[in-house]
């Protein structure tokens, strides 16, 4: 396993190894390589992407002298979009499609710290040999992984944007935690009308997704910690760059594509791009 890092982290990792710090305590992980220079590398097998949206480019850009038409890549960011863009950098790669249930912040340089008690990995692909998806699901699960193969991938991506872009995008634009939200009702309603919207794009999509799902999703999240949060939040909260363009501009140009209203994430766009455009220019 290597690892691919850069700055603080590449040092710390090289130095220290990779902290990970969970509710099973803690633990050290030592891979057998870093680099910050993907050049370096033999061609790989299996490429576990899951840099922040904003970076995925750049980051497939290096990787291309590592890449051959038996590599697999498995893109595991926040969105729907991630798949399509690596396609087009990678054409000649294998691109599987990937999401992950996770609360989990980075401290320090290589220190990773787990909160909540959601911890799943799920992966899969379409018209891809059943051999190869089965063969990673058993390396995951031997690393102790929870990690489940999809049989519908599609509609397993779209119920964890459910889940991530309505809470992504009513945490940064009210700057509140997820406790804050559920205990507002008016707060509480803007997040059913995220969820609506959202829910009203996969129909057009011909998406199936269950009836319930709703309430389902609005059950996970009441079940996370009160004082957690998104990481887009985090973001703008730091001002940094921020998972905005995928996780709530996207919902927005997806609408006007297929002509399906979703008045609230416009309004919330349009406040978080101001809110991003003060910061530039220290407003």
């Known amino acids: ?71 697999i890549v498995l893109p595991m960011l926040n969105g729907l979009d991630a798949s399509e863009r690596i396609k087009k950098l990678l054409p000649n790669a294998e ?11 980075l401290i320090a340089p290589a220190v990773v710290k787990e909160s909540g008690k959601i911890n799943r990995l799920y992966f899969g692909a379409e018209q891809r040999r059943k051999e190869n998806l089965q063969r990673v699901e058993v390396l995951f699960k031997a690393a102790g992984i ?4 999809s049989t519908n991938i599609l509609q397993t991506l779209w119920e964890k944007f459910l889940f991530i872009s309505p809470l992504a995008t009513l945490t940064s634009y009210l ?7 559920l205990s507002n009702q008016q707060h509480k309603k803007l997040l059913s009308n995220l969820l609506a919207e959202i ?21 996970k999240i009441s079940s996370l910690p009160c004082e957690a ?8 909260k730091k001002g940094g ?4 363009d995928s996780l709530t501009g996207y919902v927005v140009e997806l609408g006007k594509e297929l002509n399906v209203p979703t008045p609230d994430y416009e309004k919330m766009l349009f406040g978080l791009t101001e809110k991003s455009l003060k910061r530039v220019v220290g407003l």
């Open 229 to 236: 949060t998104s990481s887009m939040h985090s973001d703008f």
């Open 175 to 181: 700057d509140v935690s997820v406790g804050e939200i």
């Open 1 to 71: 396993v290597i690892f691919i890092a850069r700055g603080e982290n590449e040092t710390a990792i090289r130095a220290n190894g990779l902290t990970l710090i969970t509710s099973q305590g803690q633990q050290i992980i030592y891979p057998a390589m870093v680099t910050s220079t993907p050049a370096q590398l033999h061609d790989l097998d299996l490429i576990i992407c899951s840099v922040k949206s904003y970076d995925l480019e750049t980051s497939m850009e290096s990787l291309k002298p590592c890449t051959n038409d038996k590599t």
């Open 146 to 149: 929870n990690a489940r193969l």
């Open 199 to 219: 829910k009203s794009l996969a129909d057009a999509r011909n998406i199936t997704l269950s009836e319930s799902i709703i309430q389902t999703t609005l059950d």
């Open 95 to 105: 691109v599987w499609q990937g999401c992950a249930y996770i609360i989990s912040r």
């Open 241 to 244: 760059k921020t998972e905005v």
